[in-house]
Every structure is written in C-alpha cells, then in structure tokens.
C-alpha cells in the first residue's frame, strides 16, 4: 500500500493508495456513527459491499449519477438526509463515487454543523487521479460550472483500483484526459506517458501512473493550498475545456479537458510559447485518447470562458499553456484574440480533416 500526507495550516490528509486499500482501510475508519453517499451507478455495482461496511455503522443515501446532480436541490437533500441520521460533529461523512459525489458531498461536509470528518473514496480514474485529493467542493449554478463551493480537506482519501474494473471505457477515457494533463506538467510522468503510449489504457500502467498523479496534486497543494500561484497550474487546459464543456454538453469533463489542452496548444505553438515538437508528442498522446471535433462554431463557444470563475477580468481569459516538458505558463489574452486564435484553431483542423 502506498501512502501519502498532506500537511497544511489547514489540512492534515492521509492519502493510501493500493489493490485491496477499500477492505482493509475503511472499516477501521467507520467509528461512531457514519453517513455515506453514492450514486445510483456505484450503488448498484458494489451495493452488497456497500451494506456489508457502511450499513453497520449509519446510512447510505444515493443521488442521481451524473453532472446534473450537482445542485443545490441535491446538496440540500443531503443536507436534510444528514440531518435526519442524527449525524453530530464527531461523525464521518463517507464520499464514495466520481467527481460529482465528491464535490458535492465534500462540499455538504463542509458546511454540516460547520465541518464533519470527511472521507473521499474516489471510484472513478479522474476522481482518484485529481478530484479527490486537494479539497475543492463545489456544486454547479444557473450553468457555471463549481461556483459555489468551499475548500474542505478530507481527512482521509482511499483509492482503491478495484473500482477502475467496473468502469465504462468512457470513464477510462476521461480520467486519461487528467492524466494527460499532468504529463504536461510534470516531467517524469510525461517520459512514463510516452514510453506507454501503446499501452495507456491497461491497468498495471493506470494503477502505476495514479500514484503519480496523486504525488504531483498533494505536493501542488501542500505549497499552495488556495490557488493563489502554483495550483492554477492544475487548471491546464481547463479555460476552454470548460467554456466547451458549458457550451456543447455533450461530453465530460476529462474529455473537454483533452479538448482544450488541444485547442491551446495550438495558441502556446503560435505564439512561440511551446516548441512544436514537444506540442507535437502532447498532440500524439490526446489523440491516441480522443478524436478532436473541429467544432464550427468554436469561436462563439469558447467566449463562455468569460463565466469561468478563474477569468476574474471579464476582457481577459487566463490560459495554463504547455511550454517545454515539466514547465507551463499563464498566458493571459484579450477576449477577442482568444476567440480569434481558437477559431483559426478549428478551421485548422477541418483542413487537415480534409
Ligand atoms: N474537486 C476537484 O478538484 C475536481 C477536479 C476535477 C474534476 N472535478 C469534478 O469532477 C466531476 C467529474 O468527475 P467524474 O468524471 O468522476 O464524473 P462522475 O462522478 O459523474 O462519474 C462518471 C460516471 O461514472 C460512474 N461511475 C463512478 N464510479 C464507477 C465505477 N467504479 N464503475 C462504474 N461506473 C462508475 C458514475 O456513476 C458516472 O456515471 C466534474 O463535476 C468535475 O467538475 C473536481
């Protein structure tokens, strides 16, 4: 079992990682009385597992699997469920899912009698590889994406590959998106992506490159806790991966991700940030994960990151750029150029479709 321990002035969490982390770490984490949340997916596939450890010692509440749960309908349902169990501020919330539980439960633990322990047990590879480690909550509002939402440390996070098993190739796909993105900012694991660029999706490599990950996210949070410098790195790709994300729907998150890192790439080669050989092996590890739309409207859907909380000047977006292996920029553009760049980005790739 792999372990790791993130110690801020806020946060003391307790990352293990490892085949067999579930059975062996959580009952012991099941003290007093405890409070789990699910979604219907995840119930369904590890329900027996589910009643057999957290039903002993509290509930199991299950919301709606996917994105549009993260209101503040469903936030309130939990809340109200919370309340109903009788959960006091020594009681353990349990978030046991993707993303979306762990953001929305996380940020109800947050807000519970003013904080309840919290513990993330991340079920699918973007969760286990990003989201739940570094304490963000958040749920959606009127179509922004986490706006309203807290920084909330788990004290405990288990990620168990286990669950990777059960997952959808689609979800397989996502998490690479997150991953790719590290590779982008962290140099050993950009070497590890290209020597097993044939082999991305097996789980030896995944279960190896998690920790990794993990690794890189809990030393990112240990130096910059709320985002003011270098956790904005964790944004990459992430400007327009969200504006298309809030505009076309149709994908997920890890998949607007890889999206976005390629439409910027794009903008860093032609500005002279990144050379374009090393865009080049970023672009040749996305597309062994996606195909990129050459989207027709993409101009007018990337000005949706004008409502992107990390664009805090509405005439300007903040893009996290690729620049040489192990090292990014912030490249700050006025909206119209942006739109511009993303554009040419678009027309460029129905030609080459051609
Ligand atoms: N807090 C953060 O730092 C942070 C970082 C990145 C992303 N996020 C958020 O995470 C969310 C995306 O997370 P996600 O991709 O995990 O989405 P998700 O939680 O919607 O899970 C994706 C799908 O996989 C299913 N699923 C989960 N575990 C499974 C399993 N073991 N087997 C089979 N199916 C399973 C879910 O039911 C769902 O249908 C977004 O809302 C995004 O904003 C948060």
Do not use: W
């Amino acid at each position: 079992m792999k372990t790791l321990h993130i110690k801020t002035a806020t946060c003391d969490s307790h990352i293990i990682c490892g085949e067999g982390a579930f059975q062996s770490e959580i009952p012991s984490l099941c003290e007093g009385l405890t409070f789990t949340v699910t979604d219907s997916n995840v119930y369904k596939l590890y329900r027996n597992i589910f009643d057999d450890i957290f039903s002993k010692s509290g509930s199991v509440y299950v919301i709606p699997a996917g994105e549009k749960s993260k209101n503040y309908n469903v936030l309130l349902g939990i809340l109200k469920a919370m309340l109903s169990a009788g959960l006091k501020r020594n009681s353990t919330v349990f978030a046991v899912g993707g993303g979306v539980v762990g953001d929305i439960c996380g940020l109800a633990a947050s807000l519970y009698m003013r904080g309840v322990k919290l513990v993330q047990v991340p079920t699918t590879l973007l969760s286990q590889v990003d989201s739940s480690v570094g304490g963000k909550t958040a749920i959606d509002l009127c179509g922004v994406k986490n706006i309203v939402g807290t920084f909330y440390q788990p004290g405990t996070v288990v990620v168990d590959p286990m669950f990777l098993s059960t997952l959808p190739a689609r979800e397989i796909r996502c998490g690479l998106g997150e991953i790719i993105k590290y590779g982008a900012l962290n140099k050993d694991i950009y070497v590890k992506l290209i020597e097993n660029k044939n082999n991305l999706r097996s789980p030896e490599f995944l279960k190896d490159i998690t920790f990794d990950c993990i690794q890189h996210k809990a030393e990112v949070v240990r130096r910059d806790e709320r985002e003011s410098g270098l956790r904005k790195t964790l944004n990459l790709g992430h400007t327009t991966g969200h504006a298309f994300e809030l505009y076309y729907k149709r994908k997920s998150h890890g998949e607007f991700v890889l999206i976005g890192m390629y439409y910027e790439l794009f903008i860093a080669v032609k500005r002279g940030i990144c050379a374009a050989e090393y865009a080049d092996s970023l672009i040749q590890l996305i597309k062994k994960v996606i195909n990129i739309p050459a989207y027709e409207d993409a101009e007018k859907a990337c000005l949706m990151a004008v409502y992107d909380k990390k664009n805090v000047c509405a005439a300007e977006v903040s893009l996290i750029v690729p620049a040489e292996a192990g090292r990014c920029e912030e490249l700050r553009l006025p909206v119209d150029e942006y739109a511009a760049e993303i554009a040419q980005c678009a027309l460029k790739i129905r030609e080459d479709k051609q």
